[in-house]
């Protein structure tokens, strides 16, 4: 049985589909999108797998915590957590307003701890379980406007390696998997045109964006890791650094 935050789209949907084929029963929730979570369901039901869709905010405590029990009432267990839900708001570090840092951090980092936190306390009881957050490359690679989302993003990959050290004596894993720019509603923005596209694609040795089932894998024996799933951009942007760091040392010598 599984649960998958923000799976009415995107690498949610694409999770929630292949943890079905995996032979689990779905929990999918969503915030908004109550007919896009219900196409989920219908897609997982036609696998012969047990689904249900489940409408909560998890930045909320209650929500979140509700969201939890009303999983495991309606499969009758939790075995994978995969934490998705998330939000991206851009703009410069010098326009970034309170309430914008606020809202990316209570949906990113408290939303995925709070549903993290319960589905431990359910695996506990159990004697295993997987969790799995979704973070975003940009967590290891700056990039201009993103100073909020990837500051939040950081947050996910620290919370994983600590819940993975905690968890780890009661046979739960966890773990947290970076995807760079990924086809989904969230990244329109920054391929909105030719250029910007071309732009985003110059940084991907592998010549494409991503797409939401790249992210959508299963890790059985792996725990306090880093999954960078971005085709190749963050070895691409460590050797234009070094080779930007280089020409600077001879311009200086």
């Given at each position: 049985?599984a649960?998958v ?29 109550h007919?896009a ?31 939890l029990?009303w ?6 267990g ?6 998705n ?12 307003t ?7 951090f209570?949906v ?6 709070l ?9 506990v ?11 975003s490359?940009a ?19 620290s ?27 969230m ?8 250029e ?8 991907y040795p ?9 992210t959508?894998?299963?890790a ?11 085709g190749?951009?963050m ?8 080779l930007q ?6 311009s200086?010598?």
């Amino acid at each position: 049985m599984a649960l998958v935050t923000g799976a009415s789209r995107g690498i949610g949907r694409a999770t929630a589909l292949a943890l079905a084929r995996d032979g689990l029963d779905v929990a999918v929730n969503y915030r908004v999108t109550h007919a896009a979570a219900e196409e989920v369901v219908a897609e997982i039901h036609a696998m012969g797998r047990r689904a249900t869709a489940i409408q909560a905010d998890v930045g909320e405590g209650n929500e979140a915590r509700r969201l939890l029990a009303w999983t495991v009432e309606r499969l009758g267990g939790l075995d994978v957590l995969v934490s998705n839900a998330g939000v991206l708001e851009k703009a410069a570090v010098l326009d970034v307003t309170e309430d914008s840092w606020d809202r990316t951090f209570r949906v990113n980092v408290k939303g995925g701890f709070l549903c993290a936190q319960a589905a431990a306390r359910h695996m506990v009881a159990a004697g295993a379980g997987r969790i799995v957050f979704v973070a975003s490359s940009a967590a290891l690679m700056a990039e201009p406007h993103l100073a909020t989302y990837a500051s939040a993003k950081g947050a996910v990959v620290s919370l994983a390696r600590a819940m993975a050290l905690e968890l780890a004596v009661h046979n739960i894993t966890v773990n947290v998997v970076l995807p760079g720019t990924t086809l989904t509603g969230m990244a329109s923005s920054s391929i909105a045109s030719p250029e910007a596209l071309q732009r985003v694609l110059s940084r991907y040795p592998l010549g494409r964006l991503g797409r939401p089932e790249d992210t959508a894998e299963d890790a059985g024996w792996i725990t306090g890791q880093t999954l960078v799933v971005d085709g190749g951009c963050m070895i691409n942007n460590d050797k234009h650094n070094v080779l930007q760091f280089g020409s600077r040392s001879l311009s200086a010598a």
